[in-house]
């Protein structure tokens, strides 16, 4: 779409930044301290992974939370954050919104080039966001980051304008995304299959081998010139091969790292973290997820939650403190907040959230679940009060699936029947498509608060064309909608904040979510893995800057 050149009101140019590697030796290390030696050039790491191996490695497809993780190795996006939160170049150099919100400029780096040899110029950008906003990809994160971009232009080789709806305060956090990253437009003319196989990016380790079920082999690319602004050399990476295995049993991951025969492994439970930090051999990195916190939320479109007083019951009927303090082991904390608290601007209200089994039962009393049948559990006009929550075995730690079985339990001395049914990730999600559920545990990653429009917005009833959608909840409270499209459109950093609070607040005192803790990325290194860190921007680790000392 061709639109006359937007009045530059901030034009955004942040200085390169030089900051230290992020290598956390125990819980309590500072993120910045700096690697011990002089960097090796070579080796190959290996990496365990407990997430779900992914149907497809292109993140624009679906765009779930194992793409990241692989796609952060060779894919890069147009900009990126630092451990403050702030915006800082990647692949663009700058950028500036118009007057009005309704137009963008990025000016691109002129240097770079995929890994196939093609640029990266203005007509890329233009076939990525064509790409995450055809129906045919079938994105879910990407297309609903991008719902406000009508069009685009290529202004020149190394400017590219993005055109909205309307002005959209979180797009730049939406660019940071991996699901959003950047590919070779060459490599997406190849066809869904063969792209799914081996996306073709910018980033400082390409996709050599992909022997589904066992492992990815990925390559050092030794052309790369492109590293965000806060990493901590220039170049080529050091390591020469990254070896990505799929590991699902827990115990069998740390097994392995403890033999050395990988050299870093994710999902790692709590009764390891707390044996790996009483000892010097093994790295404990932690990279709270921003966006959304771990919750239950609550189908308040059909079925028993339909009654902000039986979704109270329900969460005064959960003894989530205890269970997270006994589970976790002092590995995650107790949250009362729909955001993480690596959201500055998180609302917490612990005292909506408390244990209290009385209140419980006399809210189902008031809301006519006043009789028990014969095993304990509250009916009404003959009917068990039951919910439905399907568990996704591949998304919830053993830890987690505990504290549901707690949730369960507890729950049931108020008067709920709880059908947790565990589920693999297919099944999963076919279940909360077709709405066969009445609670959720469902992970949802964004940067920035902008998450809270994604979940609780009543557009996010309607599925993205890859049959995802965002509200589980169920939310339709069109003042709720009213507060989340202001702040999506406001600029100003204090009315910002007002509007993010007030939503927060309709939302927690709504009942509608049952806040857990923190989404966990608790990564445990070998003590010869240097220079490892998490990206600030959605948690995934990055070993452009790592090497090995051994």
């Not at 939650?305 to 403190?321: C, L, M, Q, W, Y």
């Not at 107790?334 to 500055?344: D, F, K």
């Not at 679940?369 to 919830?396: C, H, I, M």
Request: charged share 20%; glycine share 8%; hydrophobic share 35%.
């Amino acid at each position: 779409m061709n639109t006359p050149a937007p009045t530059r009101r901030a034009l955004v140019a942040v200085a390169a930044l030089a900051v230290a590697g992020l290598v956390l030796t125990g819980c309590t290390a500072e993120p910045d301290a700096p690697a011990s030696g002089k960097p090796v050039v070579g080796g190959t790491l290996t990496y365990a992974s407990g997430d779900a191996e992914p149907d497809c490695l292109d993140p624009h497809v679906g765009g779930n939370y194992p793409q990241a993780l692989t796609g952060t190795q060779f894919l890069e996006s147009l900009v990126s954050r630092d451990k403050s939160g702030a915006i800082i170049p990647w692949l663009a150099s700058e950028w500036s919104e118009s007057d009005d919100g309704l137009a963008w400029e990025f000016t691109l780096r002129d240097d770079v080039y995929f890994s196939d040899g093609s640029p990266f110029d203005a007509a890329a950008v233009q076939a990525n966001i064509a790409h995450l906003q055809d129906p045919a990809t079938g994105s879910s994160t990407g297309y609903l980051a991008l719902q406000k971009v009508t069009g685009t232009e290529a202004v020149s080789p190394t400017v590219i304008r993005l055109t909205l709806a309307e002005p959209d305060s979180a797009l730049l956090e939406s660019l940071s995304q991996p699901w959003l990253a950047m590919e070779s437009a060459e490599g997406l003319a190849r066809g869904m299959e063969e792209n799914c196989a081996a996306p073709v990016g910018t980033g400082p380790f390409v996709i050599k081998d992909w022997v589904k079920q066992d492992s990815i082999t990925l390559v050092r690319n030794d052309t790369y010139n492109s590293p965000p602004a806060d990493a901590e050399h220039e170049g080529p990476a050091y390591l020469e091969k990254i070896v990505w295995r799929f590991i699902p049993e827990s115990a069998s991951r740390y097994a392995a790292l403890q033999a050395g025969e990988v050299d870093v492994i994710d999902n790692a439970q709590p009764d390891t973290i707390v044996q790996a930090d009483k000892g010097d051999s093994i790295q404990h990195l932690d990279a709270p997820r921003p966006g959304a916190a771990n919750r239950i939320e609550l189908n308040s479109g059909t079925g028993p939650f339909t009654d902000p007083k039986v979704r109270e019951a329900f969460i005064r009927s959960a003894n989530i403190g205890d269970g997270v303090a006994s589970l976790f082991q002092g590995t995650a904390k107790r949250s009362s907040s729909a955001l993480s608290s690596a959201e500055a601007l998180a609302v917490s209200r612990p005292e909506l959230f408390e244990y209290d089994p009385k209140a419980a039962g006399k809210l189902l009393d008031s809301a006519g679940w006043s009789e028990t049948d014969a095993d304990g559990y509250r009916t009404r006009d003959g009917k068990r009060l039951t919910v439905f929550f399907p568990v996704s075995t591949n998304q919830s730690i053993p830890a987690e699936q505990s504290l549901f079985e707690q949730i369960q339990a507890t729950a049931k001395e108020t008067g709920f029947e709880v059908k947790l049914t565990p589920m693999d990730l297919s099944s999963w999600y076919g279940a909360l498509g077709s709405g066969d559920y009445d609670a959720v545990s469902a992970p949802y990653t964004k940067v920035g608060p902008d998450v809270l429009r994604i979940l609780y917005h009543s557009d996010g009833i309607t599925p993205a064309p890859s049959g995802y959608f965002a509200n589980h909840a169920q939310v339709n409270d069109p003042k709720l909608d009213e507060l989340l499209t202001e702040a999506g459109r406001e600029s100003d950093a204090d009315k910002r904040k007002a509007l993010y609070t007030e939503a927060q607040d309709r939302i927690l005192e709504g009942f509608y979510v049952l806040p857990l803790y923190d989404q966990q990325n608790h990564y445990l290194l070998g003590a010869d893995v240097e220079g490892a860190r998490a990206l600030p921007t959605v948690s995934t680790p990055t070993f452009y800057d790592a090497w090995l000392s051994r």
